[in-house]
């Protein structure tokens, strides 16, 4: 202390200390009132003009409300104030809004939920909706926020009802497909022994042109036998499927080119393959998979010995294989039409075939939940085919 100051003087020197202490309090306080009403506004704002619904219940009612709200209800905002707010919920969802809101409040699960909201005009509109919880006016409450989804959900109704009706339109497509082929073959197999009988027996002793239409006679009639036989096949696939089981590809690709022995064999052909995974898959459709690739493969060859080689590479729970070949390759404006039905690019006496033969290809890796495509870079083509390891099977 000061011993030369009087004690008047050392009176004046406290206040005035405490007073630009008080000063500067004063400041710190205006500009506390300044955030303070900063975000009072911003707040506000948020509240009163956000396109979501955003309101404060209390007790179980709602004690302020926005605009959007009133607007999303159809209620105005003083009738919604004190109103009860699961009286907004269709009654069938009240149990499910009450379980979802406890559990967003305790913080044991954050994504929103959607419910039924009954408007003032008696309409049902579905909406989503996220709580916190707050305090208002110094006791415990709830800040809710709810957006209109009807018409995402009436999109994802319609959507599903579309795929619904595609099933059902697919698999009586599949059952057609089955039912003619199936029914098919009994009188074809007539018609197509009778012409044989009739080619073998009256050979020579008719003329010449009846030997001509006889002979194709019992070439329509197994052409035809042969498009029936791939078409009951390819509708067999979705219907007649085998549940998946652990299959080795490895195993699956000899099996493939032990069925296509005397195909390897008459063309020399060179098949290969990388070590190929286990995966689950119906064993049966693989087979056919890599055996119409690989027959296609030694099929469409040029002058020189086929040479096909296998590979597979793992990303994640996918297998994409590979089957590439040195063949004649293929125009890549065909490299979508060749998996349709039917669908061939060259003539009979060119290559023989019905051009079911990678539609099928299509369907079975499809089921497996994969995805096939073709890519023929100057010389050869390589076929790419998807497979899910733990098996994915589509509907
Ligand atoms: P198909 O073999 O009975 O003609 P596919 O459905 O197996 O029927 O094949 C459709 C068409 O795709 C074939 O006619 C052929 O033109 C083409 N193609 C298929 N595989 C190959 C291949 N490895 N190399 C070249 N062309 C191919």
């Known amino acids: 202390m000061d011993i030369s100051k009087t004690s008047e003087q050392l009176i004046i020197d406290e206040f005035m200390s405490k007073l630009s202490g008080m000063r500067q309090r004063i400041a710190e306080l205006e500009v506390l009132e300044r955030e303070l009403k900063q975000s009072e506004e911003l707040f506000r704002v948020l509240f009163y003009s956000s396109p979501i619904g955003i309101y404060i219940i209390q007790d179980g009612h709602f004690r302020l409300v926005s605009h959007q709200l009133a607007s999303i209800s159809g209620y105005d905002e003083d009738e919604l104030i004190g109103m009860p707010s699961l009286s907004l919920v269709l009654t069938e969802d009240r149990n499910a809004v009450r379980t979802n809101a406890v559990k967003m409040l305790k913080g044991e699960h954050s994504s ?22 707050i305090f208002y006016q110094g006791k415990r409450a709830t800040l809710g926020n709810l957006t209109n ?11 599903k009802q579309l795929t619904a009706e595609m099933q059902r339109s697919n698999t009586e497509l599949e059952q057609f497909a089955y039912v003619i082929s199936h029914d098919l073959q009994e009188p074809l197999r007539m018609v197509s ?31 035809m036998q042969a498009l029936l036989y791939d078409l009951l096949e390819y509708s067999r696939v979705g219907t007649r499927g085998k549940p998946f089981s652990l299959a080795n590809c490895e195993d699956i690709v000899e099996q493939a080119m032990a069925n296509l022995k005397i195909a390897i064999e008459e063309s020399g052909a060179l098949v290969s393959h990388n070590t190929l995974p286990t995966i689950m898959a119906d064993e049966g459709q693989l087979v056919r998979l890599f055996q119409n690739l690989i027959s296609n493969a030694i099929k469409f060859r040029r ?79 390589t076929f790419y085919f998807t497979i899910q390891v733990t098996g994915g099977e589509s509907a």
């Open 303 to 381: 002058q020189e010995p086929p040479c096909v080689h296998i590979s597979a590479q793992r990303r994640h729970n996918v297998v994409t294989f590979s089957v590439r070949d040195n063949g004649i390759g293929i125009d890549p404006q065909h490299s979508q039409s060749i998996f349709q039905i039917f669908r061939r690019l060259h003539t009979r006496e060119e290559y023989p075939g019905t051009g079911m033969g990678l539609a099928i290809c299509k369907k079975i890796v499809e089921r497996h939940g994969g995805h096939i495509s073709v890519q023929s870079p100057g010389e050869g083509s």
């Open 193 to 223: 022994s009778y012409t044989q009988l009739l080619a073998k027996r009256y050979q020579s002793q008719l003329d010449a042109d009846a030997d001509e239409f006889i002979a194709y006679a019992v070439d329509g009639a197994k052409r």
């Open 112 to 133: 929103a939920y959607e419910f039924r909201m009954v408007t003032k005009r008696a309409e049902i509109k579905w909406v989503m909706e996220t709580v916190a919880p």
């Open 149 to 159: 989804v009807t018409e995402r959900k009436q999109a994802e109704e319609k959507l």
